[in-house]
């Protein structure tokens, strides 16, 4: 893990209380997470009753705060700091958190599917495509988050640059948190696009974005509106006759061939 990774928050000082939250949230005492982080025992007591960290201690604080994977990776690298029961108590609960959006849950569940072999974009496109597939044959969104339009050709942008910064990781998700059957969609999904390599989906998703409406999320950033990607994905169903999950596969097959023609 790379210093470099640290927020540079100098003139943002960690706050007691964003201190006791990241205790709350990591499920971890104030000795543990100080000695954790190859401090004094009562380094973490003394900024919850007053004293000023420095501002190394203070971004590596908020570095925690922002992000569960930068925390997760501490937990890894240090674990020897820790007793086992605080160690397995803390990591249940960074893992929680870092799976706590829905679109988080599901890459991670791709990712242990595919046994970590799944490179950021590669992650991206197979979540575009199980969001697409969903809204196209469920009338449902698999997760909130909205394709983004930037100069990454990332959808999910945040997600991107997370597993970017941080890596893959392999770990087993909590369970009961994705039905039976967004698992069955998402099951099709990797089975029919896995096949394809990088090269290909990104011809393939290259070609679907030249024929996306762009528009505006209220913040001003340029998306791709999910009524937009179902709408077109409906064309899709009708065009290649697909009428359930098991005939995802009929799409990407298909298309490659109409490529090869054309």
Do not use: C
């Given at each position: 893990?790379?210093?470099?990774?640290?927020?540079?928050?100098?003139?943002s000082i960690v706050t007691a209380n964003e201190i006791r939250t990241i205790l709350s949230d990591f499920r971890i005492g104030k000795k543990p997470l100080a000695k954790l982080l190859g401090?004094?025992?009562?380094?973490?007591?003394?900024?919850?009753?007053?004293?000023?960290?420095?501002?190394?201690?203070?971004?590596?604080?908020?570095?925690?705060?922002?992000?569960?994977?930068?925390?997760?990776?501490?937990?890894?690298?240090?674990?020897d700091n820790l007793t086992n029961v605080a160690f397995r108590k803390s990591m249940q609960a960074v893992l929680e958190k870092m799976t706590e959006r829905k679109i988080d849950l599901i890459a991670q569940y791709m990712i242990l599917f595919c046994q970590g072999?799944?490179?950021?974009?590669?992650?991206?496109?197979?979540?575009?495509?199980?969001?697409?597939?969903?809204l196209a044959l469920l009338d449902k969104e698999?997760?909130?988050?909205?394709?983004?339009?930037?100069?990454?050709?990332?959808?999910y942008i945040r997600l991107y640059n997370s597993?970017?910064?941080?890596?893959?990781?392999?770990?087993?998700?909590?369970?009961?948190?994705?039905?039976e059957e967004e698992k069955k969609l998402i099951n099709k999904v990797l089975d029919t696009f896995c096949w394809y390599g990088p090269k290909a989906l990104k011809s393939l998703?290259?070609?679907?974005?030249?024929?996306?409406?762009?528009?505006?999320d209220k913040e001003g950033r340029r998306i791709i509106?999910?009524?937009t990607i179902k709408n077109y994905f409906k064309e899709i169903l009708q065009q290649y006759d697909i009428h359930s999950m098991n005939e995802i596969h009929k799409y990407p097959d298909k298309r490659f061939q109409d490529f090869k023609a054309n």
């Open positions: 893990m790379k210093e470099n990774n640290l927020q540079n928050n100098a003139n401090w004094g025992e009562t380094t973490i007591i003394r900024y919850i009753e007053g004293d000023v960290p420095t501002a190394e201690y203070s971004n590596k604080l908020k570095a925690i705060a922002q992000e569960p994977a930068y925390y997760y990776e501490l937990l890894l690298e240090n674990r072999d799944m490179s950021p974009g590669y992650t991206q496109w197979l979540l575009y495509y199980s969001q697409a597939f969903s698999l997760f909130e988050e909205d394709y983004n339009v930037n100069s990454e050709n990332a959808p597993m970017k910064k941080h890596g893959v990781n392999v770990f087993e998700i909590p369970g009961g948190r994705l039905s998703t290259s070609y679907e974005r030249a024929n996306f409406r762009i528009s505006r509106s999910k009524d």
